[in-house]
Nanobody, 117 residues
Framework: QVQLVESGGGLVQAGGSLRLSCAAS????????MDWYRQAPGKQREMVAL???????NYADSVKGRFTISRDSAKNTLYLQMNSLKSEDTAVYYC???????????WGQGTQVTVSS
């Protein structure tokens, strides 16, 4: 069974930066997309950024221009570079991988990001 492990979360001041990583325990074949989601207290989980197998990226409006999603296929790792962080970015961040024609879905355990104002 594939496991996804996020890291890189923590406490940062507003305006600061963090880089999240999501490492897969083994190679995932036939990936369709790799995504970052977040869930703030009392709110629904929302998509933050995604990257398709072809390299197309998409971002939530709230993070456009501040966050960048990327991947290193050789390392089986997904990244999220977060700059100009705001207090409203505070949430638990999760990575997700969809594969095999969107029939396989893998989630990480989440990493906490807290932005102090």
């Amino acid at each position: 069974q594939v496991q996804l492990v996020e890291s890189g979360g923590g406490l940062v001041q507003a305006g600061g930066s963090l880089r999240l990583s999501c490492a897969a325990s083994k190679t995932i074949f036939s990936i369709n997309s790799m995504d970052w989601y977040r869930q703030a207290p009392g709110k629904q989980r929302e998509m933050v950024a995604l990257i398709t197998s072809g390299g197309t990226t998409n971002y939530a409006d709230s993070v456009k221009g501040r966050f960048t999603i990327s991947r290193d296929s050789a390392k089986n790792t997904l990244y999220l570079q977060m700059n100009s962080l705001k207090s409203e970015d505070t949430a638990v961040y999760y990575c997700r991988v969809l594969a095999m024609g969107w029939t396989k879905e893998y989630w990480g355990q989440g990493t906490q990001v807290t932005v102090s104002s």
